[in-house]
């Protein structure tokens, strides 16, 4: 079974700084998606990101981008010129060809932005 | 376009007690799913449907029933609440079951007594 790994908790950044989350997944499948969704204390769940895995390219979307290492099953975020509106848990997800487009989701990351 | 809309918001329910926590999506999207989230943890998938009439279930499908009669509307039912199912719900949907992100609902929080 693909499992979804956060292992941070907990992380924080100042203001205009960069910060980066890690995530780590388990699967036997060659044919995936992988995705980091921003839930801010209005509780919505917010894409961020979207990675294919048969991409080598690294996804980018304004200040986010990932890297994906595909051999280490690695999937971290970084986020750039951090702004206090990126405060909120980041959960990484994985859907895969076989899941019948089940979401695995890791326990989420949360992000605190100091001014 | 309203995207994937959650009704209610809020609900408390006593033990024992059943009801029908609604989801409805104006994307013509053919998969949705729900998903509960608990403290500490990331999301769970409950329930899901990749059409209309076709529906299964996921990880966590003990207690709740679905229905799918047409594309837009995915209900979630709680037969009988318990206290193990206070949470937070979400209804997603997207375009297929593969490859496209799940768009998700505001979420309803449940509280069980």
């Known amino acids: 079974a693909q499992t979804v790994t956060q292992s941070q908790p907990e992380m924080s950044v100042q203001e205009a700084e960069t910060v980066t989350l890690s995530c780590t997944y388990d699967t036997s499948e060659s044919d995936y998606y992988l995705f980091w969704y921003k839930q801010p204390p209005s509780r919505q769940m917010i894409l961020v990101i979207r990675?294919?895995?048969?991409?080598?390219q690294n996804a980018t979307e304004n200040r986010f981008s990932v890297n994906f290492q595909k051999a280490a099953k690695s999937f971290s975020l970084k986020i750039s010129d951090s702004q206090l509106g990126d405060a909120a848990m980041y959960f990484c997800?994985?859907?895969?060809?076989?899941?019948?487009?089940?979401?695995?989701f890791g326990q989420g990351t949360t992000l605190q932005v100091k001014p | 376009n309203a995207g994937v809309t959650q009704t209610p918001k809020f609900q408390v329910l006593k033990t024992g007690q059943s009801m029908t926590l609604q989801c409805a999506q104006d994307m013509n999207h053919e998969y949705m799913s729900w998903y509960r989230q608990d403290p500490g943890m990331g999301l769970r998938l409950i329930h899901y449907s990749v059409g209309a009439g076709i529906t299964d279930q996921g990880e966590v499908p003990n207690g709740y029933n679905v229905s799918r009669s047409t594309t837009e509307d995915f209900p979630l039912r709680l037969l009988s609440a318990a206290p193990s199912q206070t949470s937070v719900y979400f209804c997603a949907s997207s375009y297929d079951d593969v490859s496209y992100e799940q768009y998700f609902g505001p979420g309803t929080r449940l509280t069980v007594t």
């Open positions: 990675q294919e895995a048969y991409k080598q």
């Open positions: 997800a994985y859907r895969g060809s076989s899941n019948t487009g089940k979401l695995i």
